[in-house]
């Protein structure tokens, strides 16, 4: 069974941080590109970052460059999204997706 489990979300206050972790079950985490997406209602969703099979090329859309580091770890079948000086722009729920496999998400939200 193909298992996308995101976590880390929550409530923060605006500059703060989170980490989020994404882990992968049933398939080759190892193989596929990563990609973390925001969905907000009453929006389109949006791709905030993606990092390629080996770890060694990332893309960011713009709005989180500078503030977001995505990463994984292969060994572990886990993907990662750290997040800092967070925006209420950047509340949402945040999706893991690998190998065209979702995960359900974990909300963040940022407000004070």
């Known amino acids: 069974e193909v298992r996308l489990v995101e976590s880390g979300g929550g409530l923060v206050q605006p500059g703060g941080s989170l980490t989020l972790s994404c882990v992968v079950s049933g398939f080759p985490f190892m193989y596929y590109t990563m990609t973390w997406h925001r969905q907000t209602p009453g929006q389109e969703r949006e791709l905030v970052a993606s990092i390629n099979s080996l770890g060694d090329d990332t893309y960011y859309t713009d709005s989180m460059k500078g503030r977001a580091t995505i990463s994984r770890d292969n060994a572990r079948n886990t993907g990662y999204l750290q997040m800092s000086s967070l925006k209420p722009d950047d509340t949402g729920r945040y999706l893991c997706?690998?190998?065209?496999?979702w995960g359900q998400g974990t909300q963040v939200t940022v407000s004070s």
């Open positions: 997706e690998v190998g065209h496999y």
